[in-house]
């Protein structure tokens, strides 16, 4: 699962396996917001109390990027995250082009998704990420970079690095990248909602027209992303390949 391209230039902007991996990363994203924000929807109906409405949306959202990851990744490295994207282009896995286009896709897929949902359950609304009371935008900024940083550090150490297509740690990657993303779940949902994903929170956003702290879910990602995507392509990339 590599995100590199072979194919690079002019030739790239015309080449239809491009189109295809944005398209794919449509239909992933489409299926990881459509059981993430629709989980949400369907604990405030169930009869259970806040801890098991939380363990159940962890674990709908760690089981949907399993799936999301797991379908995507022949065709476009599975990133179904634009923060995800951003690492792969920071650390120089990923063109221009490609990002930019991974980005609208990813973001056309959350928002036809929260389309869906909408209609679904009766015009009800999709739930928007905010900060819970007491939870200050600086901070909130802060708590989604560090998770954030840790989801795309899982995803360059079990898909990016080349090592890992050469032992068994590739074919479990979509399991371990949806595992820290429930973790994270659990830590941050009470929190700020846990998104570490700005496509996943521009749709319910733009749906519901809602945009209250909403920079918030794009500064923390994309800088958490960006980071852990150049430091471990410099690091432990770079330097062991030299040394």
């Not at 699962?1 to 690079?8: D, L, W």
């Not at 990881?32 to 363990?55: M, Q, R």
């Not at 993303?181 to 749709?203: H, I, Q, T, Y």
């Not at 980071?227 to 062991?240: C, K, P, Q």
């Amino acid at each position: 699962m590599a995100f590199r391209s072979s194919i690079r230039g002019t030739r790239e902007a015309t080449h239809r396996h491009t189109f295809k991996a944005a398209l794919s990363e449509f239909i992933s994203t489409l299926i990881f917001v459509f059981a993430s924000s629709g989980s949400t929807i369907a604990v405030k109906n169930l009869p259970v109390d806040a801890p098991s409405a939380l363990v159940i949306v962890a674990v709908a959202n760690a089981f949907a990027l399993f799936v999301a990851v797991s379908v995507s990744t022949n065709v476009s490295g599975g990133h179904v995250n634009p923060a995800v994207t951003f690492g792969a282009f920071i650390g120089g896995n990923l063109t221009l082009l490609r990002c930019i286009l991974f980005w609208i896709a990813q973001i056309l897929g959350s928002i036809f998704a929260c389309l869906l949902l909408k209609f679904t359950i009766g015009g009800q609304g999709v739930p928007v990420f905010e900060l819970s009371s007491g939870v200050k935008e600086g901070k909130a900024v802060v708590l989604e970079m560090v998770m954030t940083f840790g989801l795309v550090y899982a995803v360059h150490a079990t898909t990016v690095d080349p090592r890992s297509r050469k032992n068994s740690l590739g074919a479990i990657a979509p399991l371990v990248i949806g595992f820290i993303f429930g973790a994270n779940v659990l830590v941050a949902g009470p929190l700020d909602g846990a998104s570490m994903n700005p496509a996943a929170s521009f749709g319910p956003a733009l749906v519901g027209w809602s945009w209250k702290n909403h920079w918030v879910y794009w500064v923390g990602p994309l800088v958490g992303g960006g980071l852990a995507g150049f430091l471990y392509e410099l690091v432990f990339v770079s330097f062991t390949s030299q040394s």
